[in-house]
């Protein structure tokens, strides 16, 4: 299974993106997906996860509300839609993904993609 990542860009507060993480591999389907982010500076913290199994999702409360977290089994894609970006989400943006463990944690993932930078300005 590989990951790549896209979608990010420069934008202003207030503005919205839309993260896309293409998923090689035929078992995509039965993968936890989870985003993370790393700022500068910083350790990488959880953002947004999606289940595999029924499709729950799970969110920082930093991004409750704005965030959304989706995925397309059929084109083995997770999107990470971003509302309302703040200069805070400034940040290098990861998806994973896990067979099990916890979805919070970024030791339950064994696969990462390359990150994509996201740049809020104010």
């Known amino acids: 299974v590989q990951l790549q990542a896209s979608g990010g860009g420069l934008v202003q507060a207030g503005d919205s993106l839309r993260l896309s993480c293409a998923v090689s591999?035929?078992?995509?389907?039965?993968?936890?997906m989870g985003w993370f982010r790393q700022a500068p500076g910083k350790e990488r913290e959880f953002v947004a996860a999606?289940?595999?199994?029924?499709?729950?999702?799970y969110y920082a409360d930093s991004v409750k509300g704005r965030f959304t977290v989706s995925r397309d089994n059929a084109k083995n894609t997770v999107y990470l839609q971003m509302n309302s970006l703040k200069p805070e989400d400034t940040a290098v943006y990861f998806c994973?993904?896990?067979?099990?463990?916890?979805?919070?944690?970024?030791?339950?993932?064994?696969?990462w993609g390359q990150g994509t930078q996201v740049t809020v300005s104010s």
């Open positions: 994973a993904a896990a067979r099990s463990g916890s979805v919070f944690s970024p030791d339950s993932y064994d696969k």
């Open positions: 591999g035929r078992t995509f389907s039965r993968y936890n």
């Open positions: 999606i289940t595999w199994a029924l499709a729950n999702t």
